[in-house]
């Protein structure tokens, strides 16, 4: 191409560093380019909050007409901001790959309270004008208080500074680029699977103009396709509930071991309960449409769900069942007794690491009282055993909830990590193993049994449209004596649990976490017949 091209960017920071990448990426393929700012609606009003100002695309209509006047060859904008149908005259001819999706709550150090999910302290304020991370942040803390939230980052990281919130909340993405300096806050990862991002988050999209077919081929040559089948659900997800940018909607897609995994998560305002679907598909073919199906208000969910575990009313998964008026039987149907009654303190000094893969094995350890020393890191399996440590005042150095319900997948990343380091692993009588298998033969490994549990008698049947158990050890409980009636859906957490329920020669499903996040998902994405 011999002329040089003129890329239209909004003037913040972040904008800057956005079109300045695809400059730099240009360049690779020999292409000189030149930026041009453009102020937009957002930009100049400051003083309304988002989901009040007129229309959508508000970030990018001004770059839109610049681009269809001729004015600039190229936008670049933050793919999240677009609407899901161009104008007429426009196309996206390229997105880029994508920056980790993830939220990042920032929290005054003044407010930290690790105790508690998400480390904020008890009623604190949040800044943010994002009614889909209102909505998500209050169905893990009902506690939480909101507060809008205007400006570029620095201006919002400012604002926390100055104590006129307790915390916010940013896309990890725009921090990770521009590097800014966060170190004199506490700093909360929360990862896609947990709270879900908006469409797209973290993608660029660079928009030209649709008659400009040289320029769309040169574009190929910086594309990510991979990229693009992942968005297009997401995309489409937005499309088809017509919701723009301030919609209670999170919607995210990822590719992992050959199978697309998608997460949505939905509420009808920012401060009712979202409800969240999981779906995974070898194609993206069809596959938002199925996640709108779920959504359908004339689909049936159950009347009653059974767990065996007890379920406090004010729990997630309680508030899920409570929304859908779905009557709860929960009962554990095994109790749980310790096998010992003191720590070695000689053998807490030697551990690097302790993992803890349940969450009887946290309570039944901290109630031994042991003395960790500060270089001891702690792991965890998931979220549900994550929360419960924080109980204790402790979190967790390394967590398995972004790797999925699959054990051996979460033992084989920590086995790598800690390999040549000591490990002690907590753990009931007669578990099976599987974090200790995994690790390396350079690996020094403390096996500690330190509880053990007894199968309640004479369980009694439940009606439930839906079962969930909890362990192999509730599965045996209960079908000593009952059967599963036809119609039954049965939920595993965890392969062990699962592998019970296959020996009975039953079917079952497991969710992708083995939290009440992923139980939730779990219940709500099964089919149920109409009564």
């Known amino acids: 191409m011999n002329r040089k091209l003129i890329i239209g960017t909004r003037g913040s920071e972040l904008a800057l560093w956005q079109a300045n990448y695809v400059k730099d990426r240009l360049a690779e393929i020999n292409v000189e380019a030149e930026l041009k700012i ?5 930009d100049i009003i400051q003083h309304l909050r988002l989901d009040k100002l007129e229309g959508k695309g508000f970030f990018t209509k001004e770059l839109e007409e610049e681009l269809l006047s001729g004015g600039i060859d190229l936008a670049v904008h933050s793919h999240k901001d677009l609407p899901t149908v161009n104008p007429p005259g426009l196309i996206i001819a390229a997105v880029s790959e994508r920056e980790d999706p993830s939220e990042l709550l920032i929290v005054h150090k003044d407010c930290v309270d690790i105790s508690k999910r998400l480390s904020l302290k008890h009623n604190a304020t949040i800044g943010t004008s994002s009614n889909r991370r209102k909505a998500q942040l209050l169905s893990l803390r009902p506690d939480l208080e909101f507060d809008d939230l205007r400006g570029n980052l620095q201006t919002r990281v400012q604002k926390l500074r100055d104590e006129k919130y307790d915390a916010i909340m940013l896309a990890k993405a725009g921090i990770a680029r521009i590097n800014m300096d966060l170190s004199d806050f506490h700093l909360e990862e929360i990862p896609p699977v947990e709270i879900i991002p908006a469409p797209a988050q973290g993608v660029l ?3 030209i103009r649709e ?10 040559g910086i594309h990510d396709k991979d990229v693009a089948e992942a968005i297009s659900v997401e995309r489409k997800v937005l499309n088809l509930f017509d919701a723009g940018c301030h919609a209670p909607l999170g919607s995210y897609c990822r590719k ?4 697309f995994q998608s997460w949505t998560s939905i509420a009808d305002t920012n401060e009712d309960f979202p409800d969240r679907v999981f779906l995974q598909s070898e194609t993206v073919d069809g596959m938002a449409a199925k996640i709108f199906e779920k959504y359908s208000k004339d689909r049936a969910l159950p009347t009653s769900v059974f767990i065996t575990r007890d379920l406090a009313e004010n729990s997630y998964l309680g508030r899920f069942l409570a929304k859908h008026n779905i009557q709860i039987d929960a009962r554990s149907l095994i109790r749980i007794f310790p096998t010992i009654n003191k720590l070695d303190s000689f053998i807490l000094k030697r551990a690097d690491w302790i993992f803890f893969n349940s969450k009887n094995a946290i309570e039944h350890f901290f109630k031994l009282e042991p003395l960790i020393l500060k270089k001891t890191k702690i792991a965890v399996l998931g979220r549900g055993s994550e929360d419960t440590l924080r109980k ?7 967590s398995g909830d972004n790797l999925g319900i699959e ?23 007669g578990s099976l193993m599987t974090i200790q298998k995994a690790l390396t033969p350079e690996t020094k490994v403390i096996d500690m049994p330190i509880y053990e549990t007894v199968i309640e008698e004479n369980v009694d049947k439940t009606n439930a449209e839906v079962m969930v158990f909890t362990s192999p050890s509730n599965v045996e409980a209960y079908f000593r004596e009952n059967l599963a009636d036809p119609d039954q859906k049965i939920i595993c957490i965890g392969h062990s649990t699962a592998a019970a329920i296959s020996h009975l020669g039953l079917k079952y499903h497991l969710p992708f976490t083995p939290d009440e996040i992923g139980l939730a998902e779990a219940i709500f994405g099964l089919d149920y017949k109409k009564h």
Do not use: H
């Open 407 to 429: 054990t051996e997948d979460i033992a084989k990343e920590f086995a790598k990590m800690v390999s040549g380091q000591t490990v002690l692993i907590p753990r009931a009588e």
């Open 38 to 42: 453009i102020k937009t609606q957002g």
């Open 256 to 259: 992992k071991e050959g199978m």
């Open 211 to 220: 008659s400009d077919q040289e320029l769309f081929n040169l574009l190929q």
């Open 205 to 207: 999209a660079i928009q």
């Open 392 to 398: 204790f005042n402790r979190v967790a150095d390394f």
